[in-house]
């Protein structure tokens, strides 16, 4: 038996051993502003009490109001960038493991975004530019649920010429070996994620790309469509997978049949099959791997314990990718993730302990 030990434990040590930069992310970064708000403030917006939406016009004077009326909390955000903060904060050690792409402005919100990415350890290599301020995020609260009204600003002027196609940029796309896209980056530079997931495709290499909302399966079909053949892990949830049903013709309203169709989608690297994960809030997640399709159930919590439900779904992205980095089964990717998103509910915005507590 005591020559076995020594096997042991150097496996333990091999599996633990999480590269720099090994997870990409690219996405739109936001500074949230998190507040509790009255059913009065969202009819006057005509905001719905859980959805997201991008600022249009009759939403500018919302933002200032928001700051006046109500008691507000700042945090880094962006759906993306809240999903490798978070699978940084599951692994803890080394520092850097998630690169993170995406423009802010030359503005007093970008130093507060850079700070919080340094304090999160994320390596935020960030496209500046002074024509538009810091792109920012309104959570509004009400009870459980929230109201996501972006206004993109600086988010959208992300330039692929500019920032992911410098040499020194696109190398630290090369040493990643996983990639994460949530779907709301489509609105603002399809090129750039395209290049991105045919990177990852042509290397063998993992990218998986997020729903994100219903409103980009919808009015984004078609760049939402030519990065599909690309995506080897989708994510998703059940109100974004209904919509994505629909828009793509599929026929049925059933969440498994509509993961089994997305996984049947065209794929370019034959090499992997695609993986669906929808999640449904309260009610178990559904995974197709392979000709399976699963249900895990989630972490149960009390109604009562449910403190923002903002940023679950980044959340469990994060935990997810957290063991997919660590080649962990698919399995302990889900618990992770469920673990991730029951960490984060029970806290005002996607903020989190310091240390995680996932065996």
Not at 88 to 98: G, L, T
Request: charged fraction near 25%.
């Amino acid at each position: 038996m005591a020559a076995d030990e020594p096997q042991a434990k150097k496996q333990k040590l091999e599996e633990k051993t999480v590269s720099e930069n090994v997870l990409f992310g690219m996405g739109n970064p936001l500074l949230d502003i998190c507040s509790v708000v009255d059913k009065d403030f969202l009819d006057k917006y005509g905001l719905k009490s859980n959805d997201q939406i991008l600022a249009e016009d009759k939403h500018k004077a919302m933002f200032e109001e928001l700051v006046k009326k109500f008691k507000v909390e700042y945090h880094a955000g962006g759906s993306t960038q809240n999903s490798v903060k978070i699978a940084q904060w599951m692994i803890q050690q080394p520092h850097k493991v998630a690169t993170f792409f995406g423009c802010i402005g030359t503005d007093n919100f970008g130093a507060i975004l850079k700070k919080k990415a340094e304090e999160a350890h994320v390596d935020a290599h960030y496209y500046e530019q002074s024509e538009e301020p810091t792109g920012t995020c309104a959570a509004c609260i009400t009870g459980d649920n929230r109201s996501l009204v972006a206004n993109l600003a600086a988010a959208n002027c992300y330039k692929k010429e500019n920032h992911l196609d410098l040499e020194e940029n696109w190398k630290l796309v090369e040493k990643a070996k996983i990639y994460y896209i949530a779907g709301f980056f489509i609105t603002v530079s399809p090129e750039s994620m395209l290049k991105v997931a045919k990177h990852a495709s042509e290397n063998n290499k993992i990218f998986g790309l997020n729903l994100s909302a219903p409103f980009i399966c919808q009015f984004f079909k078609e760049p939402l469509m030519k990065v599909m053949p690309y995506v080897d892990i989708l994510f998703g949830n059940e109100t974004e997978a209904a919509t994505f049903a629909r828009e793509q013709g599929f026929e049925t309203e059933d969440i498994k049949e509509i993961a089994k169709k997305a996984q049947s989608l065209p794929k370019v690297n034959k090499k992997r099959q695609r993986i669906v994960v929808f999640t449904q809030g309260k009610d178990g997640t559904v995974v197709t791997s392979g000709d399976e399709v699963m249900m895990f159930p989630v972490l149960e919590i009390e109604q009562s314990e449910i403190v923002d439900t903002n940023g679950a779904g980044d959340a469990f992205v994060g935990g997810f990718l957290s063991q997919l980095v660590q080649d962990r089964p698919l399995e302990q990717c889900i618990r992770a993730g469920h673990y991730a998103a029951n960490v984060i509910i029970r806290r005002a915005g996607c903020t989190f302990p310091e240390k995680p507590d996932f065996h």
